[in-house]
């Protein structure tokens, strides 16, 4: 029997045995457990609880049927509260452990509802040969098996509800061995499939899958090539696919390929803490870096600033550019960049940055930066590793602050932790 000491950055359970980490799938901190090793090396071990000896009072039952095998998520097995401060305990070691910093203040973590509230997902899709049907749904862990689900407890319920109607109409189809994955959108007022597909659909085809939409009120499109050759094909006309930031004023149009975040509501509450964070003012020259359709560089320009979105996508900087135009905004300008460039961007004469960046953070951006320093600095960050880096860089190289540092619940019951942060510049307002 081992005793569980903390939760891994993937909601592993990790302990320390005879001098070796052991990282358990299914354990909880606190519980006493047996597990059974599948994977090791010198000095860790990868194991699958087999008994709780001793159970955590956060454990809850998981609601999805499929939890453990399904890939999708790794924490429903843990209180949603206790969730999000294992996440803030794994930002905070991060910052530490990584960077040398700690935050002055740490932010009430922000979060939402716990279910449905996947907009976006990716769905495999495989013909078993020897079951002769069709399973849809994500990955398995570890493997590229798909699930054999029915339902999906974090997807919006209709979305959800259609999973086994996809599987017996994928059936009928003659493509159903060419059409390996299907891209769901599920927009504010519309939801939409996008059907990978690897060979041309028969007539027989075309007709089951427009009755099928028809039937459930949803929107195919299809991707027979790369990203670039996704387009409507029933209804024929493009979806209205849109989300709003209500308190803005602000609707964001988008299309199925364009990067948006996942969970619409969870979204208003990082972008309206952010804003407030960066406290953007009339007259001050922001930067909005990493600005993708721009969705904190227009409700930055409501405040009467001059904002410059950057992107490196140029589809994403045209939709930004013409999400501006339709919700009247003028003093938004955009530009596309590449910002792992080496040498840096010029920000000279910014007051404030905003930096959304991918995974791989904003090393080259914040290593690049040169005096005058911008006044503030809001981070919002998906991998607390990079954020905990680049904090370290620019609190000992730079001089900043870091103000305060908080969570985004934007995953639940996933492992994936969100976050932001505020740094600023001792003795500038
Ligand atoms: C986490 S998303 C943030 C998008 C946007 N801020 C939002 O909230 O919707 C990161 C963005 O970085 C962009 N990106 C990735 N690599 C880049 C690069 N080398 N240079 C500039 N932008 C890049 C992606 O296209 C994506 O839009």
Known sequence: ???????????????????????????????????????????????????????????????????????????????????????????????????RVRADRILPPIHGPYWEYRRRARLSVKYVEKKEKVLVGFNEKRTRYVTDMESCAVLPEKISGLIPHLKEMIERLSVKRRLPQIEVVAGEDCDLLVFRILDPLTESDEKIIREFADRHGVAIYLQPKGVDSIHPFHPPESANLHYSLLEFGITMPFLPSDFTQVNFSVNRVMVRRAIDLLAPRKGEEIADLFCGLGNFTLPIARSGALVTGMEGSAVLVERAKQNAGKNGISNARFEVADLFEKKGVDLSGYDKLLIDPPRAGAHELVQALKEPYPKRIVYVSCDPATLARDAGILVHSKGYDLACAGVINMFPHTSHVESIALFTLPGAT
């Open 1 to 99: 029997m081992t005793r569980i000491e903390s939760l891994d950055h993937e909601g592993r359970g990790v302990a320390h045995v005879e001098g070796k980490a052991v990282f358990v799938e299914g354990a909880l901190p606190g519980e006493q457990v047996d597990y059974s090793v599948f994977k090791k090396k010198p000095k860790v071990e990868f194991a699958n609880v087999t008994r709780i000896q001793v159970s955590s009072p956060w454990r809850t039952e998981p609601k999805c049927p499929n939890f453990g095998l399904c890939g999708g998520c790794s924490m429903q097995h843990l209180e949603p509260s206790a969730q999000v401060a294992a996440k803030q305990r794994i930002l905070e070691d991060a910052l530490w452990h990584v960077g």
